[in-house]
């Protein structure tokens, strides 16, 4: 009997980010493990931990076990970071590993993880050179980018969804 395939999901600190839930159950239906790994600006209350724990089975992780502790997750047959802030993109391009989250998304690329990216970034943000100069390194690394999502406020009032699904159809692409 065959082991369900394991998927990090990465988290950074984006309003969007109290939806992650959706991603995690998409990912579900689809016959994935889930483990989130958070950024530890997310951790404070961007999105329900106790809930996502809860669904997933598993504790969060957003610092770095110390020597000798368990591996709490399998290795990765996959990577999802959503929402991708502005910083975690940058810092990620540049191979800053300051955080687990960086870590974990550095070494995926050299393990080469397929890897999906939602970025969550302001239309100011995103038009930075820096910004555009690490989406050509990571996409040149073989990451997958998924449209640009600002959040900001239509003409109503609304703000557009959130593609939580597009990072799992990024993933199947061959």
């Not at 076990?65 to 993109?89: I, L």
């Amino acid at each position: 009997m065959s082991e369900k395939p394991f998927l990090y999901v990465v988290v950074c600190a984006a309003g969007v980010a109290a939806d992650v839930s959706k991603l995690i159950t998409c990912a579900q239906e689809r016959d994935w493990e889930v483990g989130v790994i958070a950024t530890p600006v997310a951790m404070h209350g961007f999105f329900d931990a106790a809930a996502v724990e809860t669904q997933t089975g598993r504790p969060i992780r957003s610092a770095w076990r110390a020597p000798g502790d368990p591996r709490p997750f399998p290795a990765p047959d996959a990577v999802v970071v959503a929402p991708a802030t502005f910083n975690t993109v940058n810092k990620w391009a540049a191979a800053i590993a300051d955080t687990l989250a960086l870590g974990t998304l550095c070494e995926a690329v050299g393990l080469r993880v397929p890897i999906a990216v939602l970025p969550c970034v302001a239309g100011a943000l995103a038009a930075h050179p820096a910004y555009r100069d690490s989406l050509t390194r990571l996409r040149g690394m073989g990451v997958r980018f998924g449209d640009p999502y600002a959040g900001e406020a239509e003409a109503d009032g609304a703000r557009p969804e959130f593609g939580w699904e597009r990072a799992l159809e990024l993933l199947e692409r061959e």
